[in-house]
């Protein structure tokens, strides 16, 4: 007996909680909070939509469309979620007492790794040790930052490929931004010769190479070091040419360009590669 009324008492305990929770929501704006969420992924599809049509044709404000739409975006998800909230339920201190309860036991347990992200992501979002639109590189990962949000940071890769990074992951790793907000930036292209070729000729041909390229980026310079290395068992001369792309989306075909024009001069001039010397067996 003394058994069967402790279940009964719990069972109109759970009733009467469930009933009191339920007393603080308010359903007509449980209504409004689903046009409200609807409404937000109209704008932010809109949003997207308008920064690429408008950043492929005017490519210098591409960066600053870019940053802006990730302010935004950041500030939209913070509104939405607030205006949801205070539409959806009856704040008062009992609601304030569950909902922090809740909170301190989600982010003990379940959620702390997404609380972490969430204020990894303040802090990228203040720190900022890269913005969208940088090419950057990540854990072995190349490529361009596209969004910097709440929980993730998304990364397209050279092979189209969208990368999702928590946020969290940013705090502890080394993160590389070749051009770090702006437009253009450098790119480094080596070249090897033999020991025995005219140096000199070799690296006038590079930098006219690059410096004729249609993806250059002359307000910058163009500079080709030389240097002796030894690769594997032989011996040869290596140029590294480094220019700048004027777009960082042209960089593998600024890449491909001076290679090419670098390789016809070569031949045309005679300006071999290295000798590979054969190890005796």
Known sequence: MASGSVFATEEIANVENITQFASLIRWSGVFFSAIVVAATWLL?????SMVESIGSQFVQYRMLLQKLQ???????YMSAGLLVFMMSFRINDHILTLIGGTLAVSVGFALKDLAASFIAGMTVMIDRPFQVGDRVTFEGNYGDIVTIGLR???????NDDIITIPNNKFLNEVT????????????????YVGMEEDISLARDLIQEAASSSRYIHLPKPVVVLVKQTITDNYLAIQLTCKAYVVDTAYEKLFETDITLRVMKEFKKHGINAPKIALSSQ
């Open 152 to 158: 993730s940071v998304r990364m397209r890769t050279l």
């Open 70 to 76: 990730s302010f935004m975006q950041f500030f939209i």
């Open 44 to 48: 932010l599809k809109f949003m997207n």
């Open 176 to 191: 590389m931004s070749g051009n770090y907000g702006a437009l253009d930036m450098q790119v480094v292209i080596p070249f």
